[in-house]
């Protein structure tokens, strides 16, 4: 497909070559005119960066469940932003509980461990649930069916949350010993802050490592490349997409704690923008490569950060973080533009398609 | 064959639903149609049994609501009743529920059903409500809605159904703009043109600020809200360092805050809604160069007990512009009373006295256009009763004396400025006690 192109050049891709490239000459005329006028110190510029690794963070997590169930099953698993909902949401009661009981004060480090595990199961739970209930008995389905019935999962679990716990949105406690500051040169901590990057970078590094060392991992990474093969293999693949679902739900959990902590309000309607923003993160890294998961969270969340600052201060257009998701959605197009596949979407990915 | 069989019972499905919708479809709009003179009752029974000689019913532009003798009035709500914004819905509604109480929960001899639809404080939900609710003929008007957006898209619908429609809480200035607004749309809030330049006097008057930036979500209100505080605040003689806008589903606030603090403004003013605004006040805590030096200060919107739980602490100090309770009228000591006893607590937000006034207006009006037929069925022309609310003057509600302008605005606006305390957090409690008024 890519040969043909190249041989004959046709006309829509000289159009989209050129708007690609008008979208670039935009931002870095706007980053050079931003940065020109110096209106900012560099200290914002370090908080704002701080502010999209944090975010990006959180993003990845979520993305990795989108991009793991892709590279198993092939399946946009849209339900998997109320995967991230349930956990932090559930996990609210044992907060306030631990918080009200004194022991978020007194032991903030067994507190913060109890409610990332308890948010952690209940999201592993949904996952599974779905998983068996909703996907399993679609596995041989052509592939739209099981992903309407992600979407319509999404909204039954959306409505039934909102069912248990109500349409209000619930403040977390604030934790006493995550208030304080670290600053680094121009760079300036919050402990929250610095507790979600080492969390998250924990996390994926936990991940890559299952992935890449254990047996387990193998068995998934076989079950990507060829299903039927790996069958074959004597591996039992319906055990190893229930792993993948998991792992995915696991770290939305966790990363829906995260969340919870950064922004303190959760709701059972709370899964919605993240979800697509993980989406869309997992595309720009390449779907279905776990470090481009990664990747793509983390571009995804400093862009949204910086990104409007930078592309359109100087270029003197107003109130340019309404057009945050403008941006991030440009810049996903841009990408798509360069490279269909993704940052990291190389030649695995076009062998698999 | 088989698939033919199939496909030949599903055209044939499809033609019997076509045909039986074409047969229902003059049915279903009958009632609400201008009856001609000669089709006197619309109701079969009533025909039959009593109708003298020389009764004529109505007729009116818009058709005529018949209420049958035995049959309820029908009271339409359009508010935001879930949700982070509930409060202001419900509060509302509350206050319309102790109005109709204090009506012996009857109009013309005939009971007063009271229902109707959560708009969700959004355009979507406004137009969902709005086609709901104009589905079914036997309301005489709708009071909504809550936020201006919900009307601004559900309005239109409302307004071609032949609708009355009061609102208790709409503030966007460009509801009752005459180029803007829709037929038989009027509201009891006050006007932001007033509550904008309130805020704004408040800001250089009493803080003594000379810089403000302003941020708004894109929603009629907090656009229209933001930019009328702007105008102000630039015309006495303040400069606007910047006027940001964030979308309402936004949660990290933090970057749009750090741009603003590159300006060093004295002061954020952000007329938006309890979500986004909770998540403001608590993040300019967070950012560096705003810190505790700037003042913020949050309008109506954010006026309820989610606010603030959600931002906690960092609300200690701030203000807020909402109705004046102080400058309501002495039947207010009354209505607080008869909330707590039916409610169990302290109204949840600002537009709770609006409502009371707008159900109040709507019953005046139709107390005057309302056409009793011998049987004791009620007719009520829709533009007549439009006509007759267009027409209040001096009316005394709780929130003051109403007057309706050609343009909608019945509202007597007295906007105060209140300062969040502790035991507002504590509690999650609305202030009740006004920090400043204007003239002060």
């Known amino acids: ?353 | 064959m088989k698939a033919f069989n199939a496909k030949y019972v599903l055209v044939l499905l499809a033609i019997v639903a076509i045909a039986a919708l074409m047969a229902c479809a003059p049915a279903a709009v009958q009632p609400t149609a201008a009856p001609p003179t000669t089709a006197a009752q619309p109701t079969a029974a009533t025909a039959a049994t009593a109708a003298p000689a020389g009764f004529q019913p109505p007729t009116d532009a818009l058709g005529v609501v018949t209420i049958g003798p035995n049959d309820p009035v029908h009271v339409g709500y359009m508010f935001v009743t879930s949700g982070a914004d509930g409060a202001l819905g419900i509060d509302s509604r509350r206050g319309v529920e102790i109005a109709i109480d204090d009506k012996g929960g009857k109009l013309l001899d005939h009971q007063v059903k009271f229902d109707g639809q959560d708009s969700g404080c959004s355009a979507e939900g406004g137009q969902a409500a709005a086609a709901k609710l104009a589905a079914d003929n036997t309301f005489t008007v709708v009071l909504g809605s809550s936020c201006s957006s919900e009307i601004r898209a559900g309005g239109p619908t409302l307004s071609k159904a032949g609708f009355t429609v009061i609102s208790p809480s709409n503030t966007a200035p460009d509801l009752t703009d005459p180029a803007k607004r829709f037929p038989g749309y009027f509201r009891t809030a006050h006007n932001d043109k007033v509550q904008g330049a309130v805020a704004a006097k408040f800001a250089l008057e009493k803080l003594g600020v000379k810089t403000a930036a302003t941020i708004h979500d894109g929603s009629p209100y907090a656009e229209g809200l933001a930019n009328a505080f702007a105008e102000n605040f630039e015309k006495g003689g303040g400069k606007i360092t910047s006027r940001e806008a964030v979308s309402p589903t936004d949660t990290d606030f933090k970057p749009v805050l750090t741009k603003i603090a590159a300006d060093k403004p004295e002061m954020i003013f952000y007329p938006i809604f309890v979500a986004a605004g909770s998540l403001i006040t608590k993040q300019a805590k967070e950012v560096p160069g705003l810190g505790d030096s700037v003042k913020l200060m949050a309008a109506d919107g954010t006026f309820s007990p989610d606010f603030y739980k959600g931002a906690g602490d960092a609300a200690v100090g701030m203000f807020q512009s909402s109705p004046d309770f102080s400058a309501f009228t002495g039947g207010y000591a009354k209505f607080l009373e008869e909330h707590q006893a039916k409610f169990g607590e302290k109204p949840v937000s600002a537009f709770h006295a609006h409502a009371y006034d707008a159900f109040n207006i709507f019953a005046a009006a139709l107390e005057k256009v309302a056409v009793k037929g011998p049987d004791g069925t009620l007719y009520i022309g829709q533009q007549a009763l439009r006509d007759a609310v267009a027409a209040t003057k001096d009316f005394p509600g709780l929130t003051g004396t109403l007057t309706c302008d050609p343009n909608g605005d019945c509202a007597d606006p007295h906007i105060a400025v209140y300062q969040v305390g502790e035991d507002n957090v504590k509690n999650a409690v609305v202030p009740s006690q006004p920090f400043w008024k204007p003239g002060q």
């Open chain 1, 1 to 353: 497909m890519l040969k043909r192109r190249r041989s004959k050049l046709e006309i829509t891709d000289i159009f989209i070559y050129a708007f690609g490239i008008f979208i670039i000459a935009i931002i870095l005329y706007g980053s050079f005119e931003t940065l020109r006028q110096g209106k900012y110190s560099a200290s914002q510029w370090a908080d704002l960066f701080v502010f999209g690794i944090t975010i990006g963070g959180i993003y990845a997590l979520i993305a990795l469940g989108y991009t793991m169930v892709y590279g198993i099953l092939q399946m946009i698993n849209f339900a998997h932003s109320e995967v991230f909902m349930a956990g932090p949401l559930t996990a609210f009661f044992l907060a306030d509980a631990l918080a009200k009981s004194g022991l978020l004060a007194t032991n903030p480090a067994i507190s913060l461990l109890l409610i990332f595990a308890f948010s952690m199961i209940v999201s592993t739970t949904v996952a599974v649930l779905l998983e068996r209930i909703a996907y399993r008995p679609l596995r041989h389905a052509p592939r739209l069916v099981p992903l309407i019935t992600a979407i319509g999962a999404s909204f039954f679990l959306q409505y039934a949350f909102r069912g248990l716990f109500g349409t209000q949105f619930k403040v977390y406690p604030e934790i006493p010993a995550l208030e304080g500051v670290v600053t680094i040169g121009v760079v300036r901590l919050t402990y929250t802050q610095i507790l979600v990057m080492i969390s998250a970078a924990a996390l994926m590094i936990g991940l890559q490592a299952f992935v890449q060392r254990t047996r387990t991992g193998k068995a998934m990474r076989a079950v990507a490349e060829s299903r039927e093969s790996a069958a074959l293999m004597g591996i039992n693949v319906d055990s190893i997409i229930l792993t993948t679902f998991v792992l995915g739900g696991a770290l939305a959990g966790a990363a829906g704690v995260l969340y919870a902590l950064v922004f303190t309000q959760v709701s059972f309607a709370m899964g919605f923008i993240p979800g697509i923003k993980a989406f869309t993160a997992a595309v720009l890294g390449g779907i279905g490569i776990i470090p481009g998961a990664m990747l793509g969270g983390l571009f995804l969340g400093i862009v949204e950060s910086v990104g409007p600052t930078l592309f359109l201060d100087g270029l003197n257009i107003a109130a340019p973080y309404q057009l945050k998701d403008a941006i991030a959605f440009t810049l996903l197009v841009l990408v798509l533009i360069f490279r269909p596949s993704g940052i990291m979407g190389g030649q695995t990915q076009e062998k698999k398609a």
